[in-house]
């Protein structure tokens, strides 16, 4: 059965559906009320009532004790009006979400659930949850996951000394040849904190290792404290391969085992505090089937309809079967401008590279051969199968796992100065 503890994996900063508030109307019928007014729009009291509603049950599930009502409906309230605000700057920017981007995601939820998309309605029925509802939560939640790549991912830049130093590390760091399950909480600053902030945050840093060395609940306290975007989840990041951990983290960890504790690890703009909760081996090399193919494309338009592709490729095919060579036909024919120059020559690619239509055309064809016309929503394709190889793709990911790691050493900090940032230029009333 599809449980909503499904649900809150992958929509972690989903507005739930609006339900009643309790306020009453001068003829004693329910009605709304306002939270917070957020520049040009609002945040519902019956919003932050369902968000309460939802942490409270996910704690009871999980048994992680909750801050004071108050507390936590404070921490609730801010995160509903910084939700608010990021989805106005969204809609300013002209961002929008396609449906297919938001049925691929659903069929990703389907498939890590096990059952088909088009059962997910019905699935998600069976445990209350209203499905337009869902795909206006999901909605959101990819809005928001663009809008912090677009405002804050693709602006973090690494330099090659920074890459070289950290595929150099790759080789000496025990903390790459495992895989860690890692919960935080962080503990943010203004930007050019003073001192005096400085030392505040430090011990509340300290404060917050005590209670935990006393036997304290780290989610419980992550819940309370911590400023990051996964604090109302206990603070968890669920499993991490070595070589993707934070820059930040990675040399704390690489000495601790699992179920231990750092102490406060400090940041250009915060403090972390990280918890192992597990560890496991990681296998260090990597190998991946590989393809070499060329193509020849024809994309149907104003004047060459399908039956005329077709055609032309039919004639191509016989040519090539005559002796002609497939390269020359390609720059000729082929409206492929990444390849068409090159002789419909690709590079090396793996699983996962093409299409499925395309793939399942180049597997099924042996070296040497071409493939008969067929159509992929590109247009209509005839392929060769140049050479298959197995490769080591070890120094590869390396490389791209470096990047990733350099990214995500900055991307936390970056991400919480953003937030900062809007906050401060966005007009908010609490109305509560």
């Known amino acids: 059965m599809f449980k ?18 309790d306020e009453l109307s001068l003829t004693g019928e329910f009605i709304d009320g306002i939270a917070a007014v957020v520049d040009d729009g609002v945040v519902l009291k019956s919003q932050l009532a369902d968000q309460l509603a939802l942490i409270s049950q996910r704690a009871a ?8 009502d108050a507390e936590l409906e404070e921490q609730m309230l801010e995160r509903l009006i910084m939700t608010e605000v990021q989805l106005q700057r969204a809609d300013r920017m002209g961002l929008r979400i396609s449906d297919q981007m938001v049925n691929e995601s659903i069929g990703l939820i389907a498939e890590q659930n096990g059952v088909q998309f088009e059962d997910m309605p019905a699935m ?26 677009a405002d804050v991912g693709n602006r973090i830049a690494y330099s090659e000394r920074e890459l070289q130093m950290c595929i150099t590390d790759l080789e000496d760091n025990v903390a790459i040849n495992s895989d860690y399950n890692l919960s935080n909480i962080t503990l943010s600053m203004p930007e050019s904190a003073s001192g005096a902030i400085i030392d505040e945050t430090l011990e509340e840093a300290a404060m917050i290792i005590a209670r935990l060395k006393d036997g304290a609940d780290f989610a419980a306290l ?3 404290y911590s400023d990051a975007q996964n604090a109302l989840d206990g603070g968890a990041l669920g499993w991490l391969k070595g070589e993707q951990l934070p820059s930040l983290y990675t040399n704390v960890v690489a000495e601790l085992e699992a179920g231990d504790v750092t102490e406060p690890i400090r940041a250009a703009n915060s403090f972390h505090i990280v918890k192992v909760n597990d560890m496991r081996s990681a296998v260090k090399n990597s190998e991946v089937d590989q393809v070499l193919v060329r193509h020849v494309l024809v994309t149907p ?3 060459i309809d399908d039956e005329t592709a077709t055609q032309l490729l039919d004639d191509a095919f016989v040519r090539i079967g005559e002796g002609e060579e497939f390269g020359e036909i390609a720059k000729l024919l082929s409206d492929d401008p990444g390849s068409a120059n090159n002789g419909g020559e690709m590079n090396w690619s793996g699983p996962g590279t093409f299409v499925p239509e395309f793939e399942e055309i180049v597997n099924a064809t042996e070296i040497g051969e071409v493939s008969q016309p067929f159509k992929t929503r590109f ?16 120094e590869d990911l390396k490389t791209s796992n470096c990047i990733v790691k350099i990214r995500n050493g900055k991307l936390e900090e970056e991400t919480q100065l953003w937030i900062q940032r809007l906050r ?7 109305r509560i």
């Open 61 to 68: 599930d999980q048994n992680i004790p909750l801050p004071p």
């Open 301 to 303: 338009n104003e004047i």
């Open 4 to 21: 909503i503890s499904h649900l809150c994996a992958a929509l972690t900063l989903a507005i739930a559906p609006f339900a009643l508030a």
């Open 222 to 224: 992550a819940i309370r």
């Open 379 to 394: 247009g209509w394709h005839i392929v060769e199968v140049m050479d298959r190889r197995v490769y080591n793709n070890t």
């Open 124 to 149: 998600l029925a069976a445990d209350g949850i209203d499905y337009a509802k869902f795909r206006r939560d999901l909605r959101e939640e990819i809005t928001l996951e663009q809008l912090r790549r």
């Open 424 to 430: 401060d230029e966005a007009y908010v009333e609490v």
